[in-house]
């Protein structure tokens, strides 16, 4: 069984030493933040993470963040041209009108 170390300490105490709490959470501490004696926030080390693209979807799979498509890929289709003006046109019509 692991053991986590944890400490409790106050938003005004953390602000006031951060670098020191910042290197004690490197060396594996947990900090439970507080603010007038209640739990706000949770600074803990970072998990290793995996590098890449690849990894880093097999790894959001794997914690049930995302799941992979299944299935054949959607055809390719061609958009569909809109019906009346280009926007271009309408803008430089409303600018010919307001500025002259």
């Avoid at 739990?39 to 080390?45: G, S, T």
């Avoid at 992979?68 to 809109?82: H, K, T």
């Amino acid at each position: 069984m692991v053991t986590v170390r944890r400490k409790s300490v106050g938003a005004r105490e953390l602000k006031t030493r951060l670098g020191g709490y910042l290197r004690a959470v490197r060396g594996g501490l947990v900090i439970i933040v507080t603010e007038r004696g209640e739990p706000v926030a949770e600074l803990r080390p970072l998990a290793a993470r995996p590098r890449g693209v690849k990894a880093g979807l097999e790894d959001l799979e794997r914690r049930g963040m995302i799941s992979r498509a299944s299935g054949e890929p959607l055809a390719s289709f061609e958009p569909v041209p809109a019906k009346g003006r280009a926007m271009s046109e309408l803008i430089s019509e409303e600018r010919e009108d307001r500025f002259g």
